[in-house]
């Protein structure tokens, strides 16, 4: 709590009237904490990939100057490094850029039926590769709604990767499109849903997810190839679009992510 003091004059000039004004800042220096925590996370994130950079330079300068196989080796561990700084200012930026606009509602129509057909056919090699059934059902001939159709590829591309990723490794991941009506209020929404079958998550994680830099298993998300931001960044788009974002895994059966946005009528 934050107390401000002050005296007003009466007219024989002695002090009449105290104000104290007290104001809760908890919330800003929440807030505050917030901002010191993510700068420090996404400079430790930064600087792993970096430091091993560095390493490897000087291995390559030294040690394994004239060992052809062992820089053949660091060259690809240090574009797999470089590759991984890059993936995470480009989150870093694509957040503080839908944060920018998070007050802006974004209000071309998108049809969500070609938007997850588009996310299927980007992620298609990478299911083949950890032989993943990818499949589309769309209940709905057409589900049109108000939206950025760019960044709605962002969000069904990074919980469908999401799902190959974290999935069981050959098994299915389950797309469907629907149309339900609005829990309140008249009018329907649109419902995507991303389904897996991998080991899931533990209830007591499934609250901060959406967390900047939040993983369950660091090592893993890293080895993965994941930069910790993917469902910040989820939770931010669904939320400029004044949609919901669901999450539900019963661990060791199936995850189920959920999308709901208000359809065009
Ligand atoms: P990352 O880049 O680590 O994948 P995300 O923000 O996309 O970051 O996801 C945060 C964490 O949530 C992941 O590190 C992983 O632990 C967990 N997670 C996300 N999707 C799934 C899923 N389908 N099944 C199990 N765990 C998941």
Do not use: C, W
């Not at 009449?16 to 220096?29: E, K, M, W």
């Not at 850029?97 to 057909?117: C, M, S, T, Y």
């Not at 709604?145 to 990767?161: A, C, K, S, T």
């Not at 830099?213 to 993965?224: P, Q």
């Amino acid at each position: 709590i934050e107390a401000q003091i002050s005296t007003i004059a009466g007219e024989n000039g002695r002090t009449a009237f105290v104000v104290i004004v007290l104001r809760d800042v908890t919330q800003r220096h929440r807030v505050e904490q917030m901002r010191v925590d993510f700068v420090a996370n996404a400079s430790h994130e930064l600087r792993t990939p970096l430091a091993s950079l560095l390493g490897f330079v000087e291995t390559l300068q030294g040690p394994a100057r004239n060992d052809a196989a062992a820089r053949e080796k660091f060259l690809d561990i240090m574009r797999s490094q470089a590759n991984r700084m890059s993936r995470l200012i480009d989150d870093l930026l694509s957040l503080s850029r839908i944060e920018l606009n998070a007050h802006v509602q974004p209000d071309k129509p998108v049809e969500l039926g070609a938007v997850v057909g588009h996310v299927a056919d980007t992620l298609g090699p990478l299911a083949q590769d950890r032989s993943v059934t990818l499949s589309v059902d769309k209940r709905v001939p057409m589900l049109e709604v108000r939206g950025e159709r760019d960044e709605l590829i962002r969000v069904f591309e990074n919980l469908v990767e999401n799902a190959i990723k974290y999935g069981a490794s050959g098994g299915k991941v389950e797309v469907t499109l629907d149309s339900q009506p609005k829990p309140q209020g008249k009018g329907r929404e649109a419902v995507v849903t991303v389904r897996d079958y991998g080991p899931g998550i533990e209830a007591e994680h499934v609250p901060r997810l959406t967390e900047r830099f939040y993983r369950v298993d660091a090592a893993k998300s890293r080895e993965k190839g994941g930069t910790g931001l993917g469902l910040a960044i989820v939770k931010h788009i669904v939320a400029r679009h004044r949609g919901r974002l669901g999450i539900e895994s019963v661990p060791g059966e199936s995850t189920v992510f959920s999308v709901r946005i208000d359809q065009i009528d």
